[in-house]
């Protein structure tokens, strides 16, 4: 039985998240649901005679996000009270999930460590700007695509990073891995994180001779089921469908295009509205040069620098015109874009000390600007609004808890 001191630990380091919840609650009250896919995922039982048979004519006719369409259904159908309270510990489990790999991977053990991580996580969720976390969190719908699916999909991860830091987990968090990776891949985004951190997770334990059947079993588990979600016949029946009615000439597009795309309105939403992020990671990059010399702190001041002329040249361009990415102007805008995201994961690899975390927090901002690039390889990069950064957002709050982890551990431990 916990004495009262420890319960009192306890609640010390995760009394952030806490607050987090009494957030989310106040946040989701009074949001009802909204006509149009609110409706449609709620009534799918009612419009197709049961939920099985949604699922059937969903993936043969829309896509191959049927897992999530069936959480949704069977969520929504709930009093809208108890979906507000649900939904808001669902949001607080993600932001713990996070810290928790940060933890992990970091090597984060001490109470007040975790308390801080546990702060900034909540803090940097709550600055979230008011367009994104509308159309991605408080939307009912686009809970269930954007935060639902990344919730499970650390909660798969949490199994591959305890194996890399030889720490064990119990049985509760194993099941719960395998439900993740049950649905984590029924998002697109999600599925390919999955697939490429899980494949990088089980190379280095093949390379530290810690590789077990199971993490294997669990890599072809969501393997699997990614696999279902990506042969789909409805996703091309969807995308041709989206790309009729919200980019007509979409498909005259090489790829190329697309690529720039992408980056330039994910650079554009994110630099207009949740700049946050970015100012985060170069404050904590600013804080780990100066702990470690002269020269990285004045390399880390002229990124901070640079980032507020970056911000100026994107927020410079027009966004949501296709058509004028053949201009010199934007081609320039490119190439510093581009040049000045090589310089930040430069600066992540070499200010972490650890070889392996660094380049693991280094492959996390990577992914988020891949997950950028993707977006402009859908026909919806425009139509979906501020909604298709909120992965890319998610994964930079990732990196900004994995850097003060560092902040707080690594310089002082490895000295």
């Given amino acids: ?52 048979e949604a699922m059937k ?3 043969s006719s ?8 069936a959480i949704a259904n069977l969520i929504l159908r709930l009093p809208l009270s108890v979906v507000r309270v649900l939904l808001s510990a669902l949001c607080v489990l993600l932001v713990y999930y996070m810290v928790r790999t940060a933890c992990l991977i970091m090597g984060i053990r001490k109470d007040k460590s975790i308390f801080l991580v ?14 994104l976390f509308h159309s991605s969190i408080l939307w009912y719908t686009g809970f269930f695509f954007y935060p639902l699916p990344l919730l499970a999909y650390f909660m798969g991860m949490l199994p591959f990073y305890s194996a890399l830091q030889s720490e064990k987990i119990g049985k509760p968090e194993v099941i719960l891995a395998v439900i993740g990776l049950a649905i984590c891949p029924y998002m697109e985004q999600t599925a390919v994180l999955f697939l490429a951190s899980a494949a990088v997770c089980m190379g280095v334990l093949i390379g530290q001779k810690k590789m ?18 990506f042969v789909a016949p409805g996703n091309d029946l969807r995308s041709t469908a989206e790309q009729l009615k919200w980019f007509p000439g979409f498909d005259m597009l090489g790829n190329s295009d697309k690529f720039m795309m992408g980056l330039f309105h994910s650079a554009y939403t994110l630099f207009q509205n949740d700049h946050v992020i970015f100012l985060s990671i170069l404050i904590l990059l600013m804080l780990l040069g100066y702990k470690a010399g002269k020269i990285r702190l004045i390399w880390s001041f002229g990124l901070l620098f640079a980032s507020f002329f970056i911000k100026k040249l994107v927020n410079g361009l027009v966004d949501d015109t296709s058509w004028l990415l053949y201009d010199t102007k934007y081609y320039v805008t490119l190439g510093v874009l581009i040049f000045w995201i ?3 994961l430069f600066s992540l690899y070499d200010q972490v000390q650890d070889k392996l975390k660094a380049m693991i927090v280094t492959l996390y901002a990577f992914a988020a600007v891949m997950e950028c690039v993707l977006i402009g390889f859908s026909p919806t990069v425009y139509a979906s609004g501020a909604r298709v950064v909120f992965f890319s957002y998610m994964l930079l709050l990732l ?3 994995m850097l003060l ?11």
């Fill in 62 to 69: 829309w896509g191959g996000r049927v897992v999530i369409l």
């Fill in 57 to 59: 004519v969903m993936y």
């Fill in 118 to 131: 546990n702060a900034m996580a909540s803090i940097l969720l709550m600055l979230m700007s008011v367009t």
């Fill in 342 to 344: 090589l310089l930040i």
């Fill in 399 to 401: 990196v900004s808890c």
């Fill in 212 to 229: 077990r059947w199971e993490y294997a079993a669990l890599f072809i588990w969501g393997m699997l089921h990614s696999i279902v979600q």
């Fill in 1 to 52: 039985m916990p004495s009262l001191k420890q319960k009192i630990k306890v609640l010390y380091k995760y009394s952030p998240l806490i607050c987090l919840f009494i957030y989310m609650i106040a946040r989701f009250y009074g949001m009802d649901l909204q006509p149009g896919d609110d409706l449609v995922f709620r009534d799918a039982h009612i419009t197709y005679g049961s939920l099985s």
């Fill in 405 to 415: 982890g560092e902040l707080l551990t690594g310089r002082s431990e490895n000295k």
